[in-house]
């Protein structure tokens, strides 16, 4: 089995602006067969790939693609399978969409946290929008070259149906960020490799076992009292998809800018007076 790797990103990927394939048939052509699934990547995520109806047999997984050594690329995306036998065969049924296994969701990263989200020029500073791309004939304004054509432009290329539209019968999806990211932008660190980020991690890690019972399942008050209201109502707000991000281009990860709701802990921790120890 052949699962082509963030097959939007626009190098040497399947669909890549610059990689000259529109089809998987013109990709792969007499190896298709071997294709049952494709991995989405950090700057997609399933509601884009959902819209070319081409995709539709192919099923959508979503792998950390962790080319780097730092622990927290590890798991920022992931397949949650269903299987009634935990064995290479099993695994392969849930793609395969055979018998009683299968994949139940994917855990996904905003799509414009990804570094191939909007288009844009690195070197010059500059990211736009597909629609302010097109306008601009995918010009760079600044240096007059070609553009690197984001993920969200090419989907808009290759889409045959609206934003939107959700084909029967897919798997479910989750937005997550890393934990140790969350921790880094919630208190204003440069970098989530610094010694007070991962004190508050490790704390987590000790109390809950792992990053996803954090993200997806610890309760806001152990958060906080395991280490503080702000890191809790950021976890939350992530989980609840409260995150607001720059997008990610030509190479650079989008910015996490706006982690909202830290209010909303404290608000409720002063209404019902069971955070105050912790504020
Ligand atoms: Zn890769
Ligand atoms: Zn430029």
Redesign the pocket.
């Known amino acids: 089995m052949i699962i082509p790797a963030h097959i939007w990103t626009p190098w040497f990927s399947l669909f890549g602006a610059f990689s000259g394939f529109d089809s998987i048939e013109d990709c792969y052509q007499d190896q298709t067969k071997n294709i049952h699934a494709v991995e989405t990547g950090l700057s997609s995520d399933p509601p884009m790939n959902w819209r070319l109806s081409s995709l539709d047999r192919y099923t959508l997984v979503s792998n950390s693609d962790s080319h780097s050594p730092w622990p927290w690329r590890i798991g920022r995306e992931a397949n949650a399978l269903v299987l009634y036998e935990l064995t290479y065969r099993g695994i392969v049924e849930a793609i395969m969409r055979k018998g009683v296994n299968r994949v139940e969701f994917t855990i996904e990263t905003d799509p414009s946290y990804g570094k191939y989200h909007w288009t844009g020029?690195r070197?010059?500073g500059?990211s736009m929008s597909p629609i302010e791309a097109i306008k601009l004939r995918n010009i760079?304004p600044?240096?007059g070259?070609k553009l690197t054509k984001g993920v969200s432009q090419r989907v808009e290329e290759l889409a045959d149906r609206p934003d939107g539209f959700k084909p029967k019968n897919v798997p479910g999806y989750i937005h997550l960020l890393p934990l140790s990211e969350i921790i880094q932008v919630t208190k204003g660190y440069s970098s989530p490799n610094v010694r007070q980020v991962w004190s508050a991690y490790s704390k987590l890690i000790d109390r809950f076992g792992d990053e996803y019972t954090v993200l997806m399942e610890a309760p806001a008050k152990e958060i906080a009292e395991t280490t503080d209201s702000e890191i809790a109502g950021s976890v939350i707000s992530v989980r609840e998809g409260r995150v607001k991000i720059t997008p990610g281009y030509d190479g650079v990860y989008g910015k996490i800018d706006l982690l909202t709701g830290k209010e909303n802990v404290k608000t409720k921790a002063r209404r019902r007076g069971t955070l105050d120890d912790f504020l």
């Open positions: 020029h070197r010059c500059v760079c600044v240096c070259r």
